[in-house]
């Protein structure tokens, strides 16, 4: 039961849009390089020009119900291009994110553009797009993704897992599927759940977590304490860390000193002060004379070695699906499914998500290529019929800069002295609060190098 219980915790996270992210401790995903994966394998068959024989009296006739069982036949002679999404228009970056808490200035990464003036309907236009993606997967495991990559030099960068990394054991997805059912009954018989976001944050409130004495809801808490845009949210996480396990949430405290969004080290610092975390002082200081995160490193990245960034960006849950999961209708028999959201047509309701559907329009929900590290709801311009505030999920991309952009980069980073770096003020602040004591950054060097003397 308590596996079901945090299972159920972690599905409206992911089904409404939590803010931390729902995934418990994994192995980390060996990195991929994009311009290998398609290079080592058979090639793909390249595709023809009008490879795709579609009966577009039929598709604009029918309904979404009755989608599901078109055929839709791709010639094997078209070119991998027609069988990706449209290039979306890519905004030049604007530098560094400072020290601002507004996840709105949070570049945006979209799965596609706007789609070509044509005579297929919405539900018909997402409905190629998961055969073609189909089509790929069939000739290659994660076919779709690897040509996706390879194909867009914004997206090579983002934190993807594949092959055996994203895919759920059994037991897991058995677990999800049942939480599943878990939520959509109470959304259907609670009339106070009509609305799904302030049910998810009961659910997810720290003191709920703290119910629950596994490792998962230990990390989960963690997350909130960097995360979560809610401050009493975060608090009470914090409250709630200080009786768990500390090897279960040290790893998260300390990946998030070094986050390249400067308030999140600042939680992270804050909350390594207020556990009276003394061991991890040397942590701190080391945070004294490292680089700031947000510069570029010269390093090798997809087989080139450049100026290297590592930047926060953001991805809409709703409009990505294809990126973050599999199409439905290949690989294993076993599989769950979720409906794909068609632009232009309401969502379904609360208690439709994670419902078994058909291929046509749906993904795989057991197989993940994207894990956010957390989610935030965020407003959206003309979003009808769609709401107006929208889940967007946050993740660490890697991106090669050009020289120009690059010295950009370290201009803007420049503009303030080293002392006051935001990451250099928060470890000084945490350092003070954890000993009474306030020493310069060279002094504190010298305390912790003393002892090795």
């Not at 979404?64 to 010639?75: A, H, M, N, V």
């Not at 609360?350 to 965020?378: E, K, N, Q």
């Not at 769609?386 to 690059?406: H, I, N, S």
């Amino acid at each position: 039961m308590l596996r079901i219980a945090f299972w159920a915790i972690g599905m409206v996270a992911t089904v409404m849009g939590a803010a931390v992210g729902d995934d418990g401790p994994r192995a980390p995903a060996p990195r991929e390089k994009p311009d290998r994966q398609l290079t080592d394998v058979p090639p793909l068959p390249m595709l023809g020009q009008n490879g795709f024989q579609l009966n577009r009296n039929q598709l604009l006739a029918t309904g979404l119900r009755s989608l599901e069982g078109f055929d839709f036949k791709i010639d094997p002679d078209t070119p991998i291009k027609e069988l990706l999404p449209i290039h979306p228009r890519i905004k030049a970056s604007s530098g560094p994110l400072m020290n601002v808490d507004d996840l709105r200035i949070v570049p945006e990464v979209e799965f596609q553009g706007k789609p070509r003036e044509n005579d297929l309907s919405p539900a018909a236009a997402t409905a190629l797009q998961v055969a073609k993606a189909r089509f790929l997967d069939r000739k290659q495991q994660d076919g779709f993704l690897l040509a996706l990559r390879q194909d867009r030099r914004d997206i090579a960068g983002l934190p993807f897992q594949m092959g055996a990394s994203c895919r759920s054991s059994k037991e897991r997805t058995s677990d999800i599927a049942d939480a599943a059912r878990s939520v959509r009954t109470l959304l259907s018989t609670d009339p106070k759940a009509s609305d799904p976001w302030p049910m998810m944050m009961f659910y997810l409130h720290g003191r709920h977590l703290t119910r629950l004495p596994h490792a998962d809801a230990t990390r989960a808490l963690a997350k909130m304490v960097l995360f979560s845009t809610e401050p009493t949210a975060r608090e009470e996480a914090l409250i709630a860390l200080g009786v768990r396990r500390e090897r279960d949430y040290t790893d998260i405290l300390l990946a998030g000193l070094n986050y390249p969004y400067p308030v999140v080290a600042q939680r992270a610092a804050h909350a390594i002060a207020q556990l009276q975390r003394r061991d991890l002082e040397p942590s701190l200081v080391a945070l004294l004379s490292a680089p700031d995160p947000r510069l570029p490193q010269k390093r090798e990245f997809a087989g080139k070695t450049g100026p290297v960034v590592r930047e926060v960006v953001r991805v809409n849950h709703l409009t990505s699906c294809l990126m973050c999961h599999p199409p439905a209708g290949t690989g294993e028999a076993r599989r769950q499914t979720a409906p794909i959201p068609v632009r232009g047509e309401k969502l379904p309701s609360p208690t439709a998500y994670y419902s078994s559907v058909g291929p046509a329009l749906a993904i795989r929900f057991d197989m993940t290529y994207l894990r956010p590290d957390f989610s935030a709801l965020l407003p959206v311009a003309d979003a009808d019929p769609w709401p107006q505030m929208q889940r967007f999920d946050f993740v660490v991309r890697e991106r090669m800069l050009d020289e120009k952009e690059a010295a950009e980069f370290t201009t803007a980073l420049s503009k303030n002295k080293p002392d006051k770096s935001p990451y250099r003020l928060a470890a000084m602040a945490a350092l003070k609060e954890l000993t009474g004591q306030e020493r310069t950054a060279a002094e504190w060097r010298i305390r912790a190098e003393a002892p090795r003397k």
